[in-house]
């Protein structure tokens, strides 16, 4: 089965992109957490929770809204395997990054 994960820009322009087994292979849920927590002290994000609770949802959105618009078309390296990282992290078969309503 095949997945997917939508990214809407803060411009609501949309872009759907299907990732398949070898895709996702590089990750299990363990290590996609990891690699988003450690990608996201690498960008040198922080926590917009005043109570500096860091929460997954928070790590993917601030991440997803690290990279350009031209990353996601056409999709770079870099990107995929963050989308990777979000899907594999998240446990689900379709997610969808919404950064104009900052929501999954």
């Not at 089965?1 to 992109?17: A, T």
């Amino acid at each position: 089965m095949d997945h997917q994960v939508s990214v809407v820009l803060k411009n609501g322009e949309r872009y759907d992109f299907p990732l398949g087994a070898e895709d996702l292979a590089a990750f299990d849920p363990a290590s996609a957490r990891h690699w988003i927590a450690a990608a996201f002290l690498e960008a040198g994000l922080e926590t917009p929770n005043p109570m500096g609770k860091m929460l997954l949802v928070d790590q993917i959105l601030l991440l997803a809204m690290n990279f350009k618009p031209s990353d996601y078309k056409p999709l770079t390296a870099d990107a995929r395997r963050f989308l990777c990282a979000a899907l594999q992290a998240m446990g689900r078969p379709s997610l969808t990054i919404d950064l104009a309503a900052y929501k999954l």
